[in-house]
């Protein structure tokens, strides 16, 4: 059902107005780039829509491949990358399917905003899934919305959304108890985070394979 949904949104909808869908790098990820936290390398951009960030990370030295389940948002992503001149690889695939499309293996994992459209059940195999596409050492950025926000009714862990999709709103504890088996969690904050029309409160873990 995702990836109808996913594929009718970017098929449908201008880019401008999938809330979402924001150009510009947000800070958290700027910084991880900028600061020295991760060095240009391999990474994968796993729910990388219509490329932005993944556009960003190439444009400052980082070899890129982004992944997303709606084959309309990569040909956006290979829009994206071709207008601003910078070399990406987009796969459509989904990630809940193992990826076995990617057989190689990445320094840098990161999902932004992607771990909230993926309900507890099906969370385990998608982090196993990461870690196989990790090197040794490799690191691993996850953001997505805190229980605490207040976004689409601000209560329960299952909320919808007026596109349709549902999302859950994550606790701190249930992501330790998530990753904790993989990855050493080196930064793990619940911050505020500009969104295209407000802030939202986000779970942000930044780790290290086991």
């Not at 601000?154 to 992501?175: A, D, I």
């Not at 993989?182 to 780790?207: R, S, W, Y």
Request: charged fraction near 20%; proline fraction near 5%; hydrophobic fraction near 40%.
């Amino acid at each position: 059902m995702i990836r109808e949904q996913m594929e009718q949104i970017y098929s449908e909808t201008p880019p401008a107005d999938i809330p979402w869908n924001i150009e510009s790098p947000p800070e958290l990820l700027v910084e991880v780039a900028e600061s020295g936290q991760v060095r240009p390398c391999k990474a994968i951009d796993l729910g990388c829509g219509a490329g932005n960030y993944a556009v960003y990370l190439a444009s400052v030295g980082f070899d890129v491949t982004g992944v997303d389940i709606s084959p309309s948002a990569v040909a956006l992503a290979e829009a994206n990358a071709i207008a601003k001149k910078v070399a990406c690889k987009f796969v459509a695939a989904d990630v809940l399917g193992g990826l076995a499309e990617i057989s190689e293996t990445f320094d840098f994992a990161y999902d932004w905003s992607l771990l909230h459209h993926i309900v507890p059940e099906d969370r385990n195999a998608y982090i196993k899934t990461v870690h196989r596409l990790l090197s040794h050492g490799g690191k691993y950025l996850s953001v997505c919305f805190s229980e605490r926000d207040e976004s689409f009714g601000g209560t329960g862990k299952q909320r919808h959304t007026p596109l349709g999709t549902v999302l859950y709103f994550s606790s701190e504890n249930e992501l330790r108890d998530l990753f904790g088996s993989l990855f050493d969690v080196a930064i793990f904050k619940t911050v505020e985070i500009q969104g295209k029309q407000e802030p939202h409160l986000m779970n942000c873990v930044f780790m290290e394979k086991q």
